[in-house]
C-alpha cells in the first residue's frame, strides 16, 4: 500500500490585497466577454479569405468524388 503525507499545516485560503488588484480589470474582462459573445460583422461566404478557403475545399470534394467514378 501507499503511504500517504498528510499536510497538516494550516495556510491561509484568503488572497492578498496585492493579488485582489491584480485581477479587478473589469474593462479587459469586458473587452474579451463582447469579442467571444459578438458575432463577426461579415457573414463567412462575404469574407475573400474564406470563400477561396470554401471554392478549394469544394474542388478538392470534387476532385476526390469524380476521382472514384
Known amino acids: 500500500m501507499r503511504k500517504f503525507k498528510l499536510n497538516t499545516e494550516k495556510k491561509s ?9 491584480r485581477h479587478k480589470d473589469f474593462s479587459r474582462l469586458h473587452h474579451d466577454y463582447e469579442k467571444l459573445t459578438k ?5 463567412l461566404y462575404r469574407d475573400p479569405k474564406m470563400l477561396l478557403f470554401f471554392f478549394i475545399i469544394g474542388i478538392i470534394l470534387l476532385l476526390i468524388f469524380l476521382g472514384e467514378i
Open 39 to 43: 458575432r463577426g460583422k461579415k457573414p
Open 13 to 21: 485560503l484568503t488572497p492578498s490585497q496585492e493579488q485582489i488588484n
